[in-house]
Nanobody, 121 residues
Framework: QVQLAESGGGLVQAGGSLRLACAASGRTLRYYAMGWFRQAPGKERELVAAITSGGSTNYADSVKGRFTISRNSAQNTVYLQMNSLKPEDTAVYYC???????????????WGRGTQVTVSS
């Protein structure tokens, strides 16, 4: 069983930066695809960024060039560096892990509880 715990959320002004972390316990994340998702009030959960076990990444068009996903297998942690934040980035951000090649909202074995990110204008 894997437990995921997100941290690093908070309140930031537009244009600012935050770094989210997702720490895993119970099992190594080394062989899992990992992803960051977000859900704003009244909206569906959406993929923000994902990284495969081999290190390949993909991003939502809305965050390309601003967000970077990375993983540290030694620390069993996945990060999301968020720069140039916009008010529309406001959401609860979730970390997820999948034993399949990719992680999506419907293909995830484990989810964290989320961390709130609020970007003020």
């Amino acid at each position: 069983q894997v437990q995921l715990a997100e941290s690093g959320g908070g309140l930031v002004q537009a244009g600012g930066s935050l770094r989210l972390a997702c720490a895993a316990s119970g099992r190594t994340l080394r062989y899992y695809a990992m992803g960051w998702f977000r859900q704003a009030p009244g909206k569906e959960r959406e993929l923000v960024a994902a990284i495969t076990s081999g290190g390949s990444t993909n991003y939502a068009d809305s965050v390309k060039g601003r967000f970077t996903i990375s993983r540290n297998s030694a620390q069993n942690t996945v990060y999301l560096q968020m720069n140039s934040l916009k008010p529309e980035d406001t959401a609860v951000y979730y970390c997820a892990a999948s034993s399949k090649v990719v992680v999506t909202t419907t293909h995830a074995d484990y989810w964290g509880r989320g961390t709130q990110v609020t970007v003020s204008s």
